[in-house]
């Protein structure tokens, strides 16, 4: 059975710290991850991932995928307290595209909480 | 800003009573979801819809149904609410072959 996992499913930190979240997937025929953030409303999207080794960034967040050990880590440098949110972890079906199947399988998610 | 919208936003009903809750997208995405969203349980799949008319279920479909009679409105309806569908639902799109879009959520209270 396909299945996202995400770790820790908590976390609480100080600003300026930096932190990794952890998405590790079983998946038949994986072909993308994404990460999401979730603060106090919907998910917004934040990056997909594709190609092993190659690093997304947007700001202080960046994030990596290793499709040999298959997962991915998105990581936080010099947090601050509008970091604090849910960041979630999806992965296409692995029937994403037979017929009409565009599902994605989510993970739990990590809550992080940054204290000032 | 992925031009949805959810209505209502928040709303408060008591078991037994039907309910509907619409998304309105404005960009005329041919894929649109249905998802709940619950303390320990993370995000699941209601319904989604590939077209006018083409819909499939989820993986927590029972008690709900929903509808695409046009592009931009998907309709999820809970023919007899109860106090266990009480829930934030949460509509999204997939413009592009992976990524989804939500909208702002409805807050749904189940007395």
């Known amino acids: 059975e396909d299945k996202v996992v995400q770790s820790p499913l908590s976390l609480v930190v100080h600003e300026g710290d930096t932190v990794t979240l952890n998405c590790s997937y079983e998946?038949?025929?994986?072909?993308?991850l994404l990460w999401y953030k979730q603060e106090k409303k919907a998910p917004t999207f934040l990056f997909m991932l594709t190609s092993s080794g190659i690093e997304k960034k947007s700001g202080r967040l960046s994030s990596i995928l290793d499709k040999k050990e298959l997962f991915s880590i998105l990581n936080i440098t010099a947090t601050q307290t509008g970091d604090s949110a849910v960041y979630l972890c999806?992965?296409?079906?692995?029937?994403?595209?037979?017929?009409?199947?565009?599902?994605?399988?989510w993970g739990l998610g990590t809550s992080l909480a940054v204290n000032p | 800003d992925a031009g949805i919208t959810q209505s209502p936003r928040h709303k408060v009903t008591e078991t037994g009573t039907p309910v509907t809750l619409r998304c309105h997208q404005t960009?005329?995405?041919?894929?649109m979801y249905w998802y709940r969203q619950d303390p320990g349980h993370g995000l699941r799949l209601i319904h989604y819809s590939y077209g006018v008319k083409d819909t499939d279920k989820g993986e927590v479909s029972d008690g709900y149904s929903v509808s695409r009679s046009k592009t931009e409105d998907f309709l999820l309806t809970l023919e007899s609410a109860t106090s266990s569908q009480t829930s934030v639902y949460f509509c999204?799109?997939?413009?592009?072959?992976?990524?989804?879009?939500f909208g702002p959520g409805t807050r749904l209270t189940v007395l």
């Open positions: 960009e005329n995405h041919r894929y």
């Open positions: 998946v038949t025929n994986f072909r993308s």
């Open positions: 999806a992965v296409p079906h692995h029937y994403y595209n037979a017929g009409n199947n565009r599902k994605l399988i």
């Open positions: 999204a799109i997939s413009p592009d072959p992976y990524a989804q879009y």
